[in-house]
C-alpha cells in the first residue's frame, strides 16, 4: 500500500530560522513526487513537482530535493508569510495523489 | 481563467438531506477529482473521473455519488448526508495527457457541516 508520511507535524521558527520538512514514502513505481502549500481556508497551491532521485527545484526561499525514498522541502531564512500548512503527495502510476498530512509551519517575527 | 471553482463555498445539512457539490474547471482539462480532507488525515481521494462521461471510485466512496456529463464539469452527490461526511471538500483537475504526470490544480473547497 503506497504511503506518505511527514514530518514534523508541526514546526515553529523564528524568522531568518532556516530549516527542513521531511516527506518519507513507500510506493511502487512513483511518476511523481509534489509539494503543495495550504494556507488555512484555502485549497492547495503547487509548489514543486520532482520525478527522479536526485533532483532538485528552487522558487524564492524554498528548494525541494527527492531521493528513492524521501523528500525535503528546506526553507531558508523564512518570513512570517511562509507561515502555511505544506502538504506532500505522490502519484503512484494510478490516476491519482496521495497525499500526506501535512507539516504546519509557523513563523514568527 | 478562472481556473478550478466550486459552488457552494459553505453548507449545513441535516442528517438524511441530500445535496450535489459542482466543480468547474476552465482549463480544458481531461481529469478531474473530488478529495476530503479532515483533520490530521490529509487529503482523501473520493471518486475521480479521466474524460467526459466517465467515472471512477476512489480511496473512500461510500455514501458519494459522481457525474461527469460535460467535460469542464463534476458534480459530487450525497443522497442521504451523514455526520460523518462533515469535512471539506476539494475538486481538483490536471490536464491528462502526454508521458508525464501534470500538475493537478486545486479548487478552493466546500465546507460542508451535517447535523
Known amino acids: 500500500e503506497d504511503q506518505v508520511t511527514q514530518s514534523p507535524e508541526a514546526l515553529r521558527l523564528q524568522e531568518g530560522e532556516s530549516s527542513s520538512l521531511n516527506c518519507s514514502y513507500t510506493?511502487?513505481?512513483?511518476?511523481?513526487l509534489f509539494w503543495y502549500r495550504q494556507d488555512p481556508g484555502k485549497g492547495p497551491e503547487f509548489l514543486f513537482t520532482l520525478y527522479s532521485a536526485g533532483e532538485e527545484k528552487e522558487k524564492e526561499r524554498l528548494k525541494a530535493t527527492l531521493t528513492k525514498k524521501e523528500s525535503f522541502l528546506h526553507i531558508t531564512a523564512p518570513k512570517p508569510e511562509d507561515s502555511a500548512t505544506y502538504l506532500c503527495?505522490?502519484?503512484?502510476?494510478?490516476?491519482?495523489?496521495?497525499f500526506g498530512s501535512g507539516t504546519r509551519l509557523q513563523v514568527q517575527p | 481563467n478562472a481556473g478550478v471553482t466550486q459552488t457552494p463555498k459553505f453548507r449545513v445539512l441535516k442528517t438524511g438531506q441530500s445535496m450535489t457539490l459542482l466543480c468547474a474547471q476552465d482549463?480544458?482539462?481531461?481529469?478531474m477529482y473530488w478529495y476530503r480532507q479532515d483533520p490530521g488525515m490529509g487529503l482523501r481521494l473520493i471518486h475521480y473521473?479521466?474524460?467526459?462521461?466517465?467515472?471512477a471510485k476512489g480511496e473512500v466512496p461510500d455514501g458519494y455519488n459522481v457525474s461527469r456529463l460535460k467535460k469542464q464539469n463534476f458534480l459530487l452527490g450525497l443522497e442521504s448526508a451523514a455526520p460523518s461526511q462533515t469535512s471539506v471538500y476539494f475538486c481538483a483537475s490536471r490536464l491528462g495527457k502526454g508521458p508525464t504526470v501534470e500538475t493537478q490544480y486545486f479548487g478552493p473547497g466546500t465546507r460542508l457541516l451535517v447535523l
Open positions: 510506493v511502487s513505481g512513483l511518476r511523481g
Open positions: 482549463m480544458n482539462h481531461e481529469y
Open positions: 503527495a505522490v502519484h503512484p502510476g494510478r490516476r491519482a495523489l496521495t
Open positions: 473521473s479521466v474524460g467526459e462521461g466517465t467515472t
